[in-house]
């Protein structure tokens, strides 16, 4: 199986700032590289696929680079609805797996 | 607006089976000129996501080996549903369990969810 390594597991930031989660693959996975937000109580939320590539009607604000086993996740300008757990989620084999998570707070 | 939801016992005893039903709206399984694979991933509570497994339109199934043994899924175009099955639960089975739509292929995002139901093992 490909682990998915994501650090770090929390964080805690002030409106405004610029946010970066990484997520690390077990081997090289080019860019087979999803990203999801989790709200509170809510389903996972596909925000970004294959490493780069925004969803439809996902704020700009939300961006994804990497390739192969490093990858990252930014939030360039952190809102107070950007609350949320982000997992990562590798497509490049069976089975999909994920990320261990990464809980953003405001500070 | 393609919706999913789930539906089924919200309690199960352990060694019983868990049996879930995603019901697809505001869009075909099949019948349409692109077709997708449909997915279930679960969360334990206070935890992070697993693949559980998928299926295409036909039936085709691909499953996670950590649950294989364990794991059925298939799928009913007539009612627009896929459901899940797993044998012999345990206290570790107690998840949310989510319906999702993948891609074109089976290696794809999930996108988008259903709302997700806690499944408890308990007796």
């Known amino acids: 199986d490909i682990q998915m390594t994501q650090s770090p597991s929390s964080l805690s930031a002030s409106v405004g700032d610029r946010v970066t989660i990484t997520c690390q693959a077990s081997?090289?996975?080019?860019?087979?590289l999803n990203w999801y937000q989790q709200k509170p109580g809510k389903a996972p939320k596909l925000l970004i696929y294959d490493a780069s590539n925004l969803e439809t009607g996902v704020p700009s604000r939300f961006s994804g680079s990497g390739s192969g086993t490093d990858f990252s996740f930014t939030v360039s300008s952190l809102q107070p609805e950007d609350i949320a757990t982000y997992y990562c989620?590798?497509?490049?084999?069976?089975?999909?797996?994920f990320g261990g998570g990464t809980k953003v707070e405001i500070k | 607006q393609l919706q999913l939801r789930e539906s089924g016992p919200g309690l199960v005893k352990p060694s019983e089976t868990l049996s879930l039903t995603c019901t697809v709206s505001g869009g075909s399984i099949s019948n349409t000129n692109y077709y997708y694979y449909w997915g279930w991933i679960r969360q334990p509570p206070g935890k992070g996501l697993e693949w559980i497994g998928t299926?295409?339109?036909?039936?085709?199934?691909s499953y996670n080996p950590s649950l294989k043994s364990r794991v059925t899924i298939s799928v009913d175009t007539s009612k627009n549903q896929f459901s899940l099955k797993l044998t012999s639960v345990n206290a570790a089975d107690t998840a949310v369990y989510y319906c999702?739509?993948?891609?074109?292929?089976?290696?794809?995002?999930?996108?988008?969810w259903g709302q997700g139901t806690l499944v408890t093992v308990s007796s």
């Open positions: 299926v295409y339109y036909t039936g085709s199934t």
């Open positions: 999702a739509r993948a891609g074109a292929v089976v290696l794809s995002a999930f996108d988008p």
């Open positions: 081997q090289d996975i080019s860019t087979y």
């Open positions: 989620q590798q497509h490049d084999n069976l089975p999909l797996t």
